[in-house]
């Protein structure tokens, strides 16, 4: 079992019982979600968890990331006072890093958004590059230049967001 399925299984095996009504399943919900939002996720469930009733079934429908902010939805209607819980933890994501759970905020790579701190923009950002040169290396000449031009423009425009924001 690799590292990341052992941190989830132990996550799913700690909400079981802190959260029993609302966690009911083994479902491998934090595999949708970067390991940034799942401490996130955790107090979202534990504070709902006293308001879910004791009914039988599974309580969560999905756990996803859309548009770059964490979507938590659960299989019945929730209350006013639950709906603001989840509220919250979305808002919350909109400023966690995804990846690695520092501040962040959203930032789009190729109409892709994120919420992602500098560091991880970065790393996403050369990665993006670099994906884009294996695919000039391999197949010659990949890209419409109109999507170099734009992914040059990205950088530049990332560079002097950074040199104003320090
Ligand atoms: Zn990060």
Same mark, same amino acid.
């Given at each position: &079992?690799?590292?990341?399925?052992?941190?989830?299984?132990?996550?799913?095996?700690?909400?079981?019982?802190?959260? #029993?009504?609302?966690w009911?399943?083994?479902? #491998?919900?934090?595999?949708?979600?970067? @390991?940034?939002?799942?401490?996130?996720?955790?107090?979202?469930?534990?504070?709902? @968890? $006293?308001?879910?009733?004791?009914?039988?079934?599974?309580?969560?429908?999905?756990i996803?990331?859309?548009f770059?902010?964490?979507?938590?939805?659960?299989?019945?209607?929730e209350?006013?006072? &639950?709906?603001?819980?989840?509220?919250?933890?979305?808002?919350?994501?909109?400023? *966690?890093?995804?990846?690695?759970?520092? $501040?962040?905020?959203?930032?789009?790579?190729?109409?892709?958004?994120? *919420?992602?701190?500098?560091?991880?923009?970065?790393?996403?950002l050369?990665?993006?590059?670099?994906?884009?040169? @294996?695919?000039?290396?391999?197949?010659?000449? #990949?890209?419409?230049?109109?999507?170099?031009?734009?992914?040059?423009?990205?950088?530049?425009?990332?560079?002097?967001?950074?040199?104003?924001?320090?």
């Open positions: &079992m690799n590292t990341k399925a052992k941190r989830i299984k132990e996550l799913n095996d700690r909400l079981k019982l802190k959260c #029993p009504r609302l009911k399943d083994s479902q #491998p919900y934090f595999s949708c979600v970067g @390991e940034g939002w799942w401490d996130l996720i955790y107090r979202l469930c534990v504070k709902l @968890e $006293p308001l879910v009733s004791d009914k039988a079934g599974s309580a969560i429908g999905q996803k990331e859309k770059g902010t964490l979507r938590f939805y659960l299989l019945f209607s209350s006013v006072e &639950m709906y603001n819980f989840i509220r919250e933890a979305e808002e919350e994501s909109a400023k *966690t890093c995804e990846e690695c759970g520092a $501040p962040g905020k959203q930032r789009e790579i190729n109409h892709w958004v994120k *919420t992602s701190c500098e560091r991880c923009h970065k790393k996403r050369i990665g993006n590059v670099n994906s884009r040169l @294996e695919l000039l290396v391999k197949f010659g000449f #990949p890209c419409e230049e109109e999507e170099w031009s734009i992914l040059i423009k990205e950088i530049a425009d990332e560079r002097n967001n950074s040199s104003e924001s320090e």
